[in-house]
């Protein structure tokens, strides 16, 4: 249940409310702030008819503006639990809400320093505000290029000195995530991993933004409540990445691109969306497009594959842009940002 009270309401009524709300029997009652709203979002096991005599309650006191019964399985990244669209910043950059959109771009896979720092250099640019690049691959097949695991993060703490942008790199298992938090800005979860609760709780236990990848097979709510176990475990700064399906196998495409999710979940819930027109689309031809309908249907920003020399990458090269495209791409996606009102 949401009770959302007046901006201004002192630690008092607060308190009223959340007293109020245990004594029904509700077990959390956590308070998010907006600037004209506070919502206090009441998690527990009630039954139905008590909630709605406490409606009733709420709603009779002078400083409650409503109170929404949920109806959707999500607590925490309801957007009913948060007053205002939530932006994840970091380093001067931030991600969500009105902002401007924020493109996220580099290799598929760290593989050497030069390959690293001439990628960085190409996208930052062009326009690229974070640099992506995994150290840590999960790959189908165990004899494919692994990542160079440690060596990888190291070359992204490089490039982000000698380059100055924030790393987004992926991390696949609980026991690494420390490691790995050391050296990047910002934790990606797979959509291999979107299921892994233990994975998820561990990097919910740092205070890093984490991309949360969709499930290749995963439905939207199966992945806002995969969300939850990250902000459930002390970490709200929480980014959504839609990036393709299973749907049917056109042969054309690695996975169908679901521009759908985007809408659908900036309506449920106030974190940031972002999508990767890389991994749906399999083939760099289709990458702008594909890109291009992400920001026109409200991406909050764009996590693109972008390598050198692509015809020698060890993961991926085939969906990774040339430097050259990936600009002549910038610039079409600025003036598709600026058609929707939006800035880059
Ligand atoms: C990636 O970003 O390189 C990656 C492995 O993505 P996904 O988990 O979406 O396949
Ligand atoms: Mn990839």
Redesign the pocket.
């Known amino acids: 249940m949401f009770v959302q009270i007046k901006g201004d309401c002192s630690k008092e009524q607060i308190g009223k409310i959340q007293s109020e709300a245990r004594q029904a029997g509700f077990e959390q009652t956590l308070v998010s702030c907006g600037k004209e709203i506070i919502v206090i979002n009441c998690i527990g096991a009630v039954d139905y008819e008590r909630k709605l005599a406490l409606q009733e309650f709420f709603r009779g006191l002078p400083f409650v503006i409503d109170v929404v019964i949920a109806t959707t399985q999500f607590r925490l990244t309801a957007r009913q639990a948060h007053p205002e669209d939530f932006a994840v910043r970091l380093n001067g950059v931030s991600i969500g809400s009105a902002e401007p959109l924020v493109v996220i771009a580099g290799p ?1 896979a760290v593989e050497s320093e030069q390959q690293l720092i001439s990628c960085a250099e190409a996208v930052k640019a062009a326009g690229a505000r974070l640099l ?1 690049g ?1 150290a840590y ?2 790959r189908k097949s165990i004899f494919a290029f692994q990542g160079l695991g440690e060596e990888g993060l190291r070359l992204l703490q490089q490039a982000k000195r000698q380059v100055g942008l924030a790393t987004v790199t ?1 991390v696949i298992s609980p026991e690494l995530v420390e490691l790995v938090a050391q050296y990047a800005d910002v934790l ?1 979860i ?3 991993n979107m299921g892994n609760y233990p994975l998820l709780e561990a990097v919910g236990r740092t205070n890093k933004p984490v991309i949360l ?1 969709r499930g290749m097979a995963a439905t939207i709510n199966e992945w806002l409540l995969a969300a939850e176990y990250i902000v459930a475990s002390g970490n709200p700064r929480v980014i959504l990445c839609a ?1 393709g399906v299973r749907g049917i196998d056109n042969g054309y495409t690695r996975f169908n691109a679901d521009l759908d999710a985007i809408p659908v979940v900036k309506k449920l819930t106030h974190h940031p969306v972002i999508f ?1 027109p890389s ?1 749906p689309s399999g083939k760099r031809e289709l990458v702008p497009d594909i890109a291009l309908g992400a920001v026109a249907v409200g991406a909050d920003g764009l ?1 693109i ?1 972008v390598h050198p020399d692509p015809d020698s990458a060890l ?2 090269g085939a969906q990774s842009l040339y430097p050259q495209q990936f600009a002549e791409l910038m610039i079409k996606v600025r003036a598709v940002a600026i058609a929707i009102g939006r800035t880059i």
Do not use: I, V
Request: aromatic share 0%; with cysteine; hydrophobic share 10%.
């Open positions: 598929c992506r995994g691959k999960p992926e990606q797979g959509t291999a990848k990036r990767d991994h996590l594959e993961c991926d």
